[in-house]
């Protein structure tokens, strides 16, 4: 599972004990990242995370201002469910020559978002259309069509803050069908979503809400986790 922090809404000075509950859940990855960072927070809250932790941190993106150095990783979204050239290829140019001269490891992600039940901050940054999850088959095409173009991963994103996750029938039909990871996210709230997600075929789940307004939820997810034999 991976931990998702938003510089935008995390206070700085939270960041060592946010990190010490992330600790005892079972988060193998933390990412970093917003559809916005009005305040150019990213790069100090990687530092601060660095300093904390030595699980792997993965930018994520919501343009290309959000490049730092500092991290392990990058997710290299393009939002192939969209057809707005800016997120699909010009923020990418934008950050190709800071990402080459970095460290980074740069994981080619193709990003599709589905309707999570409510407008999302990709919808309206981005202004394009989620695909409806009743559609399930533009949103294997669109999966396949990113597997086909060089993507190393998928991502299917319900938003963040979705009121309906990913339904399993989609995760397990792009799953199957793909030869690449599969990341999913958005919405995930309780540990049945979770779960959900991971037996119909995620390789990683994503949250940041949850954990946002509990910051205990975590804790509670490593202990039934445990039960479960969820890791
Ligand atoms: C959003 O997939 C992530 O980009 C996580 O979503 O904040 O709803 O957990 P939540």
């Known amino acids: 599972m991976a931990v998702l922090i938003d510089p935008e809404k995390i206070e700085i000075e939270r960041l060592p004990t946010l990190v010490k509950l992330i ?10 990242g917003g559809s916005t960072d009005k305040n150019n927070c990213i790069e100090n809250v990687v530092i601060e995370l660095k300093k904390a932790t030595s699980l792997p941190i993965i930018i994520f993106p919501g343009s290309a201002n959000q490049v730092s150095n500092k991290a392990d990783g990058i997710l290299f979204l393009s939002l192939i469910s969209g ?4 997120y699909l290829i010009e923020q990418q140019v934008q950050a190709a020559i800071q990402v080459k001269e ?3 490891e740069v ?3 193709g990003y599709i978002l589905v309707d999570g039940g409510k407008e999302s ?6 202004t394009s259309k989620p695909i409806c999850q009743t559609n399930s088959e533009l949103i294997l095409k669109t999966a396949l069509a990113g597997e086909f173009s060089g993507k190393k991963i998928i991502y299917l994103e319900a938003g963040s803050g979705a009121k309906t996750p990913v339904k399993s029938s989609i995760i397990s039909l792009v799953k199957e069908n ?5 990341i999913v996210g958005g919405g995930i709230q309780t540990l049945h979503q979770l779960t959900t997600a991971y037996t119909a075929g995620a390789d990683l789940v994503v949250i940041g809400t949850a954990f946002e307004k509990d910051p205990a939820f975590f804790n509670i997810i490593k202990k039934e986790a445990i039960h479960e034999n969820i890791s």
């Open 83 to 86: 057809r707005n050239p800016e």
């Open 23 to 32: 600790h005892l859940s079972i988060a193998t990855h933390i990412f970093v």
């Open 178 to 182: 793909l030869t690449i990871p599969l």
């Open 107 to 109: 994981l080619p992600t």
């Open 121 to 126: 901050a990709v919808e309206r940054v981005s």
């Open 102 to 104: 970095s460290n980074l």
